[in-house]
């Protein structure tokens, strides 16, 4: 069996990122990856401007307090005043330009007004309360790189400097489809050996979180002239063929020599817990090579092999410039006293003292360890976790986005 590192390496190695690219309006462009670095075309801020409500000054005309000054003008976000006169201040909003003359803010808190006048009880210094021109961005500074994964915060970024569209890598387009003469969809009858299949919600959302066009081949008989034909039409219009299913060594499991037969295969289990059985090819059509990934039946196997290889393997394809999840260390507050030869993903979740407790039954089949948790520990082989030692967490916030 290939170790959980060198599956992954292999994975990346071979991944081929998307090339075409489009223009779309940065209010759009959220979730899609930057094709082009992008830099400032303007200073951000453009003018110096008040960091509050107050009164503008020039610091020479406070040199005692309490200092009154006339009020000689009204200066609001999106208006210009005039330059500020000797002896006087400017009645002054958040976000609106200093005039030129002075040289500081005084909080309006610290103020005494009445009509025509302000009696300024601060002494200020040059600077209090004023956010200079360019002191969040530079023109002609880099703001985003290529290969980021547009965050909101990002194209807010871009439009804080007037970048109305950005450039963006196409989506990905994933075809999948699911084996096993025993699925059925919900609201169909569920007769004797019968099962409701999970994995196709599961895998739609995760790939339709991650931004990819999908293409839903729908459920594929035991069949291997079926599941053949299967790959064959999944691989016309994709860039990766995604199937759950079939992947094991039964009599049934025809997935492995169906893409044997389409293609060819160069991974085939992987240590890990859950998800030993994990199918990585390639489908020939038309003379292109189509990436194939054939993941496990078993729905927590299929989650934590999609969150942990998949999902990276996406990414790269997308040409996102990182592929490795944030985690975090934390204190076990529970025990896990017989650990797997496989490096394990166990289901895990943070208590209110900031302690990962793990879900009690972490079997393949069971499904709510995964609602019940939010995140993983990953434990290396052989590793027992006894309470009070620093495990590695990876929260699902991160392996979801």
Known sequence: MLSFDDALSQLLAAACAVSETSSLPTLAAAGRVLAQAQRAPIDAPP??????????????????????LSVAQRIQAGSVGTPLQPGTAARIFTGAPIPAGADAVVMQELCEHATGEVTVNHRPEAGDHIRRAGSDIAAGSEILAAGQRLRPQDTALAASVGI??????????????????????????????????????????????LGCELRD??????????????????????????TSGGVSVGEEDHVKAAVEAEGRLAMWKIAIKPGKPLAFGQITSAGRAVAFIGLPGNPVSSFVTFLMLVRPFLLRMQGACRTEPLSFWLRADSEWPRPDARREFLRARINADGGVELFANQGSGVLTSAVWGDGLVDNPPQQAIRRGDMVRFLPFSELLS
Request: glycine share 6%; hydrophobic share 50%; aromatic share 6%.
């Open 47 to 68: 003018l110096d401007n008040s960091a509050m409500d107050g009164y503008a000054v020039a610091v020479a005309d406070v040199r005692n307090v309490p200092t009154r």
């Open 164 to 209: 109305a569209s950005l450039p963006v890598l196409r989506r990905l387009r994933v075809a999948i489809f699911f084996t096993g003469d025993e699925l059925r969809m919900p609201g169909e009858a569920l007769q004797a050996g019968a099962i409701y299949n999970a994995n196709r919600f599961l895998l739609t959302a995760l790939l339709e979180r």
């Open 217 to 242: 081949h729908g459920q594929v008989p035991d069949d291997l002239a079926a599941t053949r034909q299967a790959l064959r039409a999944a691989a016309q219009d994709s860039d990766l063929i995604l």
